[in-house]
């Protein structure tokens, strides 16, 4: 599981992909699911642009629900490891996490093509953060409790 591994992250990258990749310096970031992205003027809102076309090992769609799903669930109380700090700055993940609130208002998506993330103030850091985040199918893993996920066989089988 790239959430809980606290190996290398280098074989990841031959399995699972991010919205964002990072350049060799990990400082520029690149198109990687999200083809391009837009930021509002105040550097709140971040518009993502999913990459069309893409589909999951067994031919079904990427689409911005896998995204939303896989923040979602990353930053679910029960689910542990080294990333969710990467998404703290979202607004409303830090009560989530806490189990203090039962939605992430700064996560959306508008649409199959789109992830609209709203961050609680401007950060230089986001699309770096964002870098880190593997994004996994909600299709295949959507039903796992967020617990059993680092068990699941997904990642064994």
């Known amino acids: ?5 606290t190996g290398t992250a280098v ?5 699972f992909e991010t919205l964002v990749a990072l350049d060799q310096t990990l400082t520029q970031p690149l198109p990687a699911l999200a083809e ?6 105040d ?3 971040y518009t993502f642009h999913l990459r069309s076309g893409v589909t999951w090992h ?6 911005s629900a896998d995204v939303l799903w896989s923040y979602q669930t990353l930053l679910h109380p029960d689910v542990g490891g080294i ?6 700055s979202v607004k409303g993940a830090t009560a989530y996490k806490a189990g203090e609130a039962t939605e992430i208002p700064g996560l959306e998506a508008p649409d199959d093509q789109t992830l609209k993330i709203t961050i609680e103030v401007p950060s230089p850091l986001l699309l770096q953060q964002l870098g880190t985040v593997y994004i996994l199918p909600k299709h ?3 039903e796992v409790a967020p617990a059993a996920l680092p068990d699941d066989p997904y990642f064994r089988d």
């Open 1 to 5: 599981n790239p959430w809980t591994s």
């Open 11 to 15: 074989w990841h990258t031959q399995l």
């Open 36 to 41: 391009t992205w837009d930021v509002s003027d």
């Open 43 to 45: 550097a709140l809102t």
């Open 58 to 63: 067994d031919g079904q769609p990427f689409t």
């Open 83 to 88: 990333l969710p700090p990467n998404l703290a």
């Open 140 to 142: 295949l893993l959507g």
